[in-house]
């Protein structure tokens, strides 16, 4: 588990095209035959983790992991603002509008608390499944969808800030401008617009 | 003698067209107020009861004579049959099937379980209902999630065939019932979040075997029209009427999807069923008008050649699915009685066609808060004669991608969605469940992969500006377009509602209100809370002498999804918060059959 995280974290770090780099860590995760990381022993509830450093405009913490920055006014980081934009159109129609949970799929505001980045990772890769108490949850394996998995750390440091109260409901108040970074990451990972 | 004779071969002539015409069973059915063999109550989807034991006069003393858990906790939409002294009630996935005799206290006569692939759940867009069972010539016909169609002999559960009709890992799936026509079985198709170019199917009755199919989008083999005679308001569509309208081969992924309420016109042997969005949700990837999406449709059964069109929202930009029911009525246009069919679209626009030529007679909102058109162009020498005429302010793809377009009314889920309207031809009213909600909408790039979904815009939705009640409860003219009176609620209705000729419309609420109202005034006379928020149909039947109302609980659906966790309002200050509190502070999860009647 830990070896594909770190592994994740290298390569994003090293900068390569995200998608493949996903991708690569999803069937490693498939290999290892992970179970559903939620069920594995639960990390202490962490404090809210600060940015130590940023490239291209994307915020790290002191563990290298991506993380989102806000201002005195709400405004946030681009990523975060994206992960916004993606989260609503991907994973809102069964977690709820701002990572508030549904009638049948957890409030992810909670549930990123404990739930450490690697995890998040996998869990998304993979789905999980809790066929128990006549409720039939089912998390999709997600690892093969653009359109979630080249916006992942998006996607994580806004549901990030919304478990650590720093982002509110709704829509992020403002927003710093689209690094060309981010862009070009995007047309690498989903291919240059037709 | 003669004429005694002639009456006689004119009443069996009668008989044989009734044969002819429609599923005899199913006509039989319909004609007994005693039983309730189809969802919408009849082939004109009037949702309607000749039953009256239960009138404005007692419901007051209505209290609930038995229940039934139905052992699944998922959004229950869709309402139970009664088909002679049996009860068929349904459950969402994993889509259970029980028999239960009236005769015997609700005695489980037959249970059926079909075995699922449970991945096909998170391929379900807004949890895993299912809208209901459909019964005719003794067999009760269940479209799984997984589109599997099964017909079962009504006396044992016993499989009699099976078909399958898409496929989930394409992101094919169903949430719809199906409706038995002659010796048809009609089938729809979700997957309008998926990319799934969707459409109509026929069965063989008997066998299971595919008839024709239908698409919404394509070329015009494919959709099954005849450029030359088959029209769109009046006149003739022409060749290629749907891939002029899309880029490229983007058809193929086009959506259109089918999961609504189909009706039927026995003399006019036609069926109506509307097709919902083109995927994605972001309109700049997929310029043109995208016909056939959100449209009306009109088709013959027997060939599934379609006699008319009509697109309600050309290059829709708001996901204003097209699907919701479309009940069919007979009422004065001008002094003439006329042959109408009435749709509540979730684009806020209550339409009333001629359902004969498919004209259009009236466009008008049914929520004062719809403000993306201005109106439906009605000016028949108009070059946008019949199109909505759309608020540039409001309009995602004038906006653009990546621009986030600001309180357009209705949101997404529509003025109204899928919870079928009534209709009393006592007060010539339709009653009418609605959303009172608005949004912003982003949309913004996405990739197609198949099975995966491909939806490209983000929404936040919220009580339409400066009021707290997020639904209402309506009685609408359909001849004039005109609201005759407005029950506001505080969450959406999303459910079903019923007309009886005892003076009374029953529907039930998100927080789980069994309510009725008297049909003239909109006045409650009526309420009991049920264990769960409704989000099913309510029905009547009658059994030994005793009428029964009867309505499925079990909160989820598309409102299980927002309400679940409350609406946020961005445009709010903090005191507007304790209005739009959360639906889990109310009710919370559990499927479960509630039955009313009068004290003996």
Redo the contacts between chains.
């Keep these: 588990m830990s070896v594909v995280t770190d592994f994740v974290k290298e390569t994003r770090r090293a900068g390569t095209n995200r998608f493949a780099v996903l991708m690569m860590a999803a069937l490693a995760v498939t290999a290892a035959q992970v179970v559903a990381p939620a069920q594995a022993v639960a990390p202490a509830q962490a404090e809210p983790r600060a940015a130590v450093s940023s490239q291209d405009g994307k915020y790290f913490d002191a563990e290298g992991e991506p993380i989102y920055k806000v201002d005195s006014n709400g405004k946030v980081d681009w990523y975060t603002y994206s992960g916004?934009?993606?989260y609503?159109?991907?994973c809102?129609?069964?977690h709820?509008?701002?990572g508030?949970?549904?009638?049948?799929a957890p409030?992810l505001v909670n549930s990123l608390k404990t739930l450490s980045y690697g995890d998040f990772l996998s869990t998304v890769a993979n789905?999980r499944?809790n066929?128990e108490?006549?409720?039939?949850?089912?998390?999709?394996t997600?690892g093969?969808?653009?359109?979630v998995m080249c916006f992942i750390d998006d996607i994580y440091t806004y549901l990030k800030a919304r478990s650590d109260d720093a982002v509110g409901?709704?829509?992020p108040p403002g927003h710093d401008p689209?690094p060309k970074a981010w862009e070009d990451a995007e047309n690498a990972c989903?291919?240059a617009?037709s | 003698m003669k004429s005694l004779f002639a009456s006689v071969l004119s009443v069996s002539a009668l008989a044989l067209n009734t044969v002819a015409f429609a599923n005899e069973s199913v006509m039989k059915g319909t004609q007994d107020p005693k039983q309730w063999v189809m969802q919408a109550g009849g082939y004109d989807n009037q949702r309607y009861s000749k039953l009256d034991q239960i009138n404005d006069a007692n419901v007051g003393k209505l209290a609930p004579a038995w229940s039934f858990s139905t052992g699944v906790l998922r959004g229950h939409e869709g309402a139970p049959l009664v088909v002679g002294d049996v009860m068929y009630v349904h459950t969402p996935f994993p889509n259970i099937v029980y028999a239960l005799d009236l005769n015997n206290d609700g005695k489980i006569i037959w249970k059926y379980e079909p075995k699922q692939d449970p991945n096909v759940v998170p391929v379900m867009c807004c949890d895993t209902v299912n809208r209901g069972l459909a019964y005719a010539d003794g067999k009760i016909f269940l479209h799984q999630a997984d589109t599997t169609v099964v017909a079962l002999d009504a006396k044992s559960g016993k499989v009699e065939w099976s078909a399958v009709n898409g496929d989930p890992k394409k992101g094919e799936t169903n949430t719809a019932t199906v409706l038995p026509v002659k010796d048809k079985l009609l089938v729809g198709i979700s997957g309008g979040e998926f990319g799934v170019q969707c459409h109509i199917t026929a069965y063989d009755l008997k066998t299971g075997k595919k008839v024709w199919r239908a698409y919404s989008e394509g070329p015009d083999d494919q959709i099954m029209v005849d450029p030359e005679k088959t029209t769109a308001l009046g006149k003739p569509i022409g060749k290629d009427s749907s891939l002029k309208t899309w880029q490229g081969d983007q058809w193929k992924t086009g959506g259109g999807c089918t999961w609504g309420w189909y009706s039927y016109d026995p003399e006019l042997n036609l069926v109506y069923y509307g097709s919902g969005n083109p995927s994605t949700w972001n309109p700049k990837q997929r310029p043109g008008d995208n016909k056939w999406s959100m449209s009306i449709w009109a088709r013959d059964p027997d060939t599934g050649m379609a006699k008319w069109i009509y697109q309600m929202t050309p290059h829709d930009e708001w996901d204003y699915d097209g699907v919701n029911e479309m009940p069919l009525v007979e009422q004065k246009i001008d002094g003439k009685q006329r042959k109408l069919l009435v749709h509540f679209d979730r684009n806020g626009f209550g339409y009333t066609l001629d359902r004969v030529s498919g004209e259009l007679l009236v466009a008008e909102k049914y929520d004062p808060a719809v403000n993306w058109a201005s109106k439906v162009d009605m000016d028949k020498a108009s070059p946008t004669y019949g199109r909505p005429l759309v608020v540039a302010k409001y309009s995602t793809e004038h906006n653009g991608e990546d621009e986030n377009s600001q309180g357009i009314c209705p949101a997404a889920l529509g003025s109204k969605d899928e919870q079928p309207a009534a209709f009393s031809p006592k007060t010539g009213l339709f009653y009418v469940p609605t959303n009172h909600v608005c949004m912003d909408y982003e949309p913004f790039r996405v990739s197609y992969t198949p099975g995966q979904p491909y939806v490209g815009a983000t929404l936040a939705m919220y009580p339409a500006p400066g009021d707290a009640n997020m639904g209402n409860f309506i009685a609408w003219d359909a001849t004039k377009g005109k609201i005759v009176w407005s029950d506001p609620e505080q969450f959406s209705v999303w459910s079903g509602a019923l007309a009886t000729a005892g003076n009374i419309v029953f529907y039930g609420t998100l927080e789980g209100y069994l309510k009725a109202v008297d049909a003239k005034t909109g006045k409650l006379l009526y309420k009991y809370k049920t264990p769960s928020g409704i989000i099913g149909n309510v029905m009547t039947y009658q059994h030994k002498g005793r009428q029964y109302v009867a309505v499925l609980s079990g909160v989820g659906g598309w409102a299980g999804i927002g309400l679940a966790a409350g609406l946020a309002d961005p445009h709010a200050g903090l005191g507007a918060v304790g209005g739009y509190a959360a639906l889990s502070n109310y009710t919370a999860l559990g499927g479960a059959l509630t039955v009313f009647a009068l004290p003996e």
């Design positions: 916004f934009q993606r609503s159109a991907e809102m129609r069964c709820g509008p701002d508030m949970g549904s009638s049948y409030a789905g499944k066929l108490n006549g409720q039939d949850k089912v998390m999709p997600l093969l969808d653009k359109n409901r709704a829509r689209k989903m291919g617009p």
